[in-house]
């Protein structure tokens, strides 16, 4: 200890006296070690971390499979036959996703909620930090009883005990508040109110003629808690058993399907791991530039202290001590770049939050505890280790008699191990580099997407409306009347009714069956997308009518039923115009128009078969109103304000959001990655310029009497210049060159993550190359202008 | 103490060879204060440095007590430099991030020896060469004379029987080299064996014997 404390205090004695080569390598170490430890912070928070539940791996999202696809949606009746059927959960539970307007105590509020079946604490058992749960074994379906979220009690109730037994109107419905769920209790849907259904499943948005016993309609997820003495695999084998029953008794709905299980924490996240890991790789790659970074100067500083050394193996060191003394430098060294990296990534992370996108799960999870601060000490020590091994061996074997003779400025540069950091650092950049290249000309070319409606001056507003008090004719006669209202005002006068909104991640859809055409196999999607729309939907949207004719005031709830299909739908109707056909989605409605395609789904996902009923013939209470306006989603919010408020005081509107912002949160994504990947690859660039500069400043700082000799033989300056520069630019290629191969490997990693773009684009990767080569070049002039100054009288002087 | 028998020692380059040394034989018995003298190029600090086992390169044999140099590995050799050779260098070669006690410190603590017992040589030391009111200074805070009088203490201070000196008042003024040698002749006295490198005559004149070498033989020894 006494020896290693020893080594600690000349250790930050020598960092203090070198203090030029200690600032630039705490930086480059803080910066990788921040950016890492930010990095790790999100993927241990969203990926890694367990759910804060007992036993949380026992804890299962059920869902239905066919040989394609995994649809985490469920119709009550195939719940209910795999709730009773599946012996190896001990607790099954079904919910949905629901709005609540909650009154009765202050001003009106919307909040997030969930409506579950009585199982559904049982699943997490989460306790409650107030009051108590709903559970199956206690509390009958229907029971007006909530549970609410720490924030609803503490912005509502100022967190009073009290709050536990008051009866608050919940959708206009009288429920008592029976207790409070932590902060943390925020899966698989984050919600302020959880209410119990009236049913054995939660209620259906859609009035179904056959309630229980539809297999038609999916529209709620499924959890369930893995019995203690059963194993995963057993469970699975009882949800393919219940699936193969119900394929052979229900063909029509259930053919080819079947049921699994996944752990909830893994399909929470699923859409975001791949894209994490790999930034978590990318950031790792700035970490390894900078470890060969700092490793460069090492060297070099060891080159610098050849006679210390010399002196210190003379009086009796040995390799070993003097590797001791080295490392323990590095050590010293990387943790303070630890220390100061940790600083900077929560630094880095504040900021890596407030550009993330809302849609990436468990983002609240994020923080920066023991289990990240562990993490950085362990990457702190690899990292000291790392770079701080080649040079420790390097500069523990003195050449002593040149060395102790003059202070090791003749003896051999050495500068070939740093020779071979510098071509790593530029391969790795060059990764990095084409890795944000192509993320970049991914997200640009989704960017130049036609969505097929218009992109501008489009506002929607959410008007959505509690189940509990209004029926299907009152929510028809509610959105009529806004629709009047709107279209009244000039500020609104081009309004229409939609649901879903476009690229608003709705995933609702109707099988899709045209008369007289055969039957497809279930193999095949057989799926439309389902929306609901106003007459002028599309005139306002900006989508084109291709043939027959747009909805009317005629197509009233008496009339018959139609509906309008998209270009992409045609194909179904076997080269026949659509118009006057019938179409099966669930109930046969007549053809009247045909309009062009839009994306719905996303901006990378192509035009679906879709089709569009009218919502006075088949209604949700989920619609919204998009206005063609060009005052703005202030004013817009104002007037639809005004027209809701005259007819129902008690109703708040959703979200206001121009469809400018609708169309950059579907991208929200793809643009948090390309760029971080993006400032990734900046971050190595300038990383690898400094390691170019640092090897060539110093080659040439030892090569001053050699380049001395050459200008006195008659070499002019500019032939030092290009002497310097090559030498530089011909590491760089052969980074580039070792770069290239490696990124065409690994950019395979990034394949699905990319939007009409190739792994292996050659504008890119020639663009890129170029682009280093430059930088390359670039840091070698400051050098080689200093080596053409050189004067020879001096440089020889000197040797 | 010491017996050098046909130490030679050469670089090669291409066919040719040039060699440094040529069949050196010595002996320098304990006790002994040895002189090494001759023009530039002699092979001087080259035999200097074979002797301090800082130049491994070469042959012959070389005898230090009953340890056969010629013979041991690297890690043996450093035990048995370790055990026996101080060595004071023409240009101190203290390091300068230590203070006069971290250096004089530093020999000790590359013995192994317990904290507790360094501290009682190194104050020891510092007593002896009259250097305690410098020792928290740092090198490049003394004068030249003082920085060699550091150095002989670092080189002293593991009890060594045989030091090594390289032209020890090369960087010094006359009075300053005085006092050196007056300090070298008290350490002789002692029992310690001494071997310098020098060009002085009067330095030389300190010691009880002289090897003259010229083109890396010894073409004279008294």
């Known amino acids: ?799 | 103490m010491i017996k050098l028998s046909s130490i030679e020692k050469s670089y090669r380059h291409g066919l040719s060879q040039t060699f440094v040394l040529r069949r050196v034989n010595a002996e320098i018995r304990q006790g002994d204060f040895v002189s090494i003298m001759g023009p530039s190029g002699a092979g001087k600090s080259t035999l200097l440095h074979i002797l301090g086992m800082h130049d491994s390169a070469w042959t012959g044999e070389y005898w230090l007590f009953d340890d056969p140099i010629h013979q041991l590995s690297a890690k043996d050799r450093m035990r048995v430099q370790k055990q026996h050779v101080g060595f004071v260098f023409q240009s101190y070669h203290l390091l300068d991030n230590l203070t006069v006690y971290e250096n004089i410190d530093l020999p000790l603590s590359y013995r192994d020896v317990k904290k507790s017992e360094r501290e009682g040589m190194v104050a020891d030391i510092l007593d002896r060469f009259n250097i305690v009111g410098k020792k928290d200074l740092f090198p490049n805070q003394l004068s030249g004379g003082q920085q060699q009088l550091v150095a002989i203490a670092r080189a002293v201070v593991a009890k060594p029987s045989l030091i090594l000196a390289d032209e020890p008042t090369g960087n010094l003024h006359t009075d300053q080299g005085k006092e050196i040698m007056e300090l070298f002749r008290r350490l002789n006295e002692g029992g310690t064996t001494i071997v310098q490198v020098t060009h002085s005559q009067a330095n030389a004149a300190y010691g009880k014997r002289v090897i003259n070498l010229k083109d890396g033989w010894i073409v004279d020894e008294n």
């Open chain 1, 1 to 799: 200890m006494g020896v290693l404390g020893q080594d600690i205090r000349y250790a930050l004695r020598s960092f203090r006296r070198a203090p030029g080569f200690t600032f630039v390598a705490l930086i480059t170490l803080a910066l990788g070690i921040g950016g890492t430890t930010a990095i790790f912070s999100i993927v241990d928070g969203v990926v890694l971390r367990p759910l804060p539940y007992p036993q949380p791996e026992r804890i299962h999202r059920l869902v239905r499979v066919n040989a394609r696809s995994t649809d985490g949606s469920f119709s009550a009746a195939d719940y209910l036959d795999v709730k009773r059927d599946t012996k190896a959960f001990v607790s099954i539970a079904a919910l949905r996703e629901d709005i609540i307007d909650l009154t009765g105590r202050g001003e009106p509020q919307r909040v997030p909620g969930a409506q579950t079946t009585g199982g559904f604490f049982d699943v997490f058992m989460a306790p409650p930090i107030a009051g108590r749960v709903y559970r199956e074994a206690t509390d009958q379906p229907g029971a007006a009883v909530a549970v609410i979220s720490e924030r609803l009690w503490r912005q509502q109730f100022g967190r009073e005990a009290g709050a536990i037994g008051t009866k608050v109107r919940i959708n206009g419905t009288p429920t008592e508040i029976i207790g409070v769920m932590p902060a943390t209790f925020r899966h698989p849907v984050v919600a302020d109110v959880w209410t119990l259904s009236p049913l054995e499943v939660p209620v259906s948005p859609v009035p179904t003629d056959d309630g229980l016993s539809s297999r038609d309609v999916q529209y709620f997820m499924a959890v369930g808690r893995l019995d203690e003495t059963a194993a995963i695999g057993a469970a699975r084998e009882q949800l393919k058993s219940v699936g193969a029953r119900l394929a052979r008794e229900f063909p029509d709905t259930n053919r080819d399907r079947t049921f699994d299980a996944q752990p909830l924490a893994e399909s929470l996240v699923a859409d975001v791991r791949g894209a994490l890991w790999i930034l978590l790789g990318a950031v790792g790659f700035v970490l390894l530039i900078a470890c060969a970074n700092v490793a460069g100067l090492l060297m070099a500083r060891g080159a610098a202290r050849r006679r210390e050394l010399a002196v210190r193996t003379a009086i009796g060191a040995d390799r070993g001590r003097l590797m001791q003394q080295l490392m323990t430098e590095s050590l010293v060294l990387a943790g303070a770049g630890g220390g100061l990296g940790l600083l900077a990534g929560a630094w880095i992370l504040q900021g890596l939050m407030a550009l993330a996108p809302d849609n990436i799960p468990r983002l609240n999870e994020v923080s920066l505890d023991w289990r990240v601060a562990a993490f950085t000490l362990a990457a702190t020590m690899a990292v000291g280790v790392l770079f701080g091994l080649a040079p420790a061996m390097q500069a523990s074997q003195p050449e002593l008699n040149t060395d102790l003779k003059d202070g090791g400025r003749s003896g051999t540069t050495r500068t070939g191990a740093r020779s071979v950091m510098v071509v790593a650092q530029v391969a790795l950049a060059l990764v990095l580099l084409i890795g944000a290249g192509l993320m970049i000309t991914s997200l640009a070319r989704l960017q130049a997407v036609d969505p097929g409606f218009r992109t501008t001056e489009l506002v929607s507003v959410e008007l959505l409306l509690p189940q509990a008090r209004y029926s299907e004719p009152l929510q028809r006669q509610f959105y009529a009347g806004a629709l009047e209202r709107l279209r009244a005002n000039p500020v609104t006068a081009r309004s229409a009714l939609i649901f879903p909104f476009p690229l608003g991640g709705s995933n609702a859809r109707a099988d899709f069956e045209v008369e007289g055409q055969p039957e497809r196999p279930s193999s095949e999607d057989a799926h439309a997308e389902l929306n609901m729309v106003s007459d002028g939907y599309f005139a306002t949207a900006g989508l084109r009518l291709i043939d027959g004719r747009d909805f009317t005031v005629a197509d009233g709830p008496d009339a018959p039923p139609v509906v309008i299909v998209n270009d992409a739908a045609r194909g179904a109707f076997g080269g026949r115009s659509p118009i006057g056909a019938r179409v099966n989605l669930g109930t046969w409605v007549t053809v009247v128009g045909v309009v062009s395609d839009a994306r719905r789904q996303s901006l990378d996902t192509p035009p679906q078969p879709a089709v569009y009923l009218p919502y006075t013939q088949f209604v949700m209470p989920y619609m919204g109103v998009l206005v063609q306006t060009g005052q703005g989603a202030g004013a817009t919010a104002l007037v639809v304000r005004a027209a809701v408020a005259d007819l129902d005081p008690e109703l708040p509107i959703g979200e206001v959001k121009t469809i400018e912002q609708l169309i950059s949160e579907s991208t929200g994504q793809p643009r948090f990655r390309s760029f971080l990947l993006a400032a990734f690859a900046a971050l190595a660039l300038l990383l690898a310029a400094v390691g170019v500069y640092g090897l060539i400043s110093f080659s040439v700082a030892q090569r001053v009497p050699e380049l001395g000799v050459r200008l006195a033989l008659g070499a002019s300056p500019w032939q030092v210049f290009r002497l310097v520069i090559g030498r530089g630019v011909q590491l760089a290629v052969a980074g580039v060159i070792i770069g290239l191969a490696v990124a065409a490997a690994a950019a395979r990693l990034v394949g699905g993550l990319l939007f009409n773009t190739s792994t292996t684009d050659p504008v890119i990767y020639a663009c890129v190359s170029l682009l280093l080569l430059t930088i390359a070049a670039l840091a070698c002039y400051v050098p080689a202008r200093r080596a053409m100054r050189v004067d020879p009288m001096t440089a020889l002087r000197s040797e």
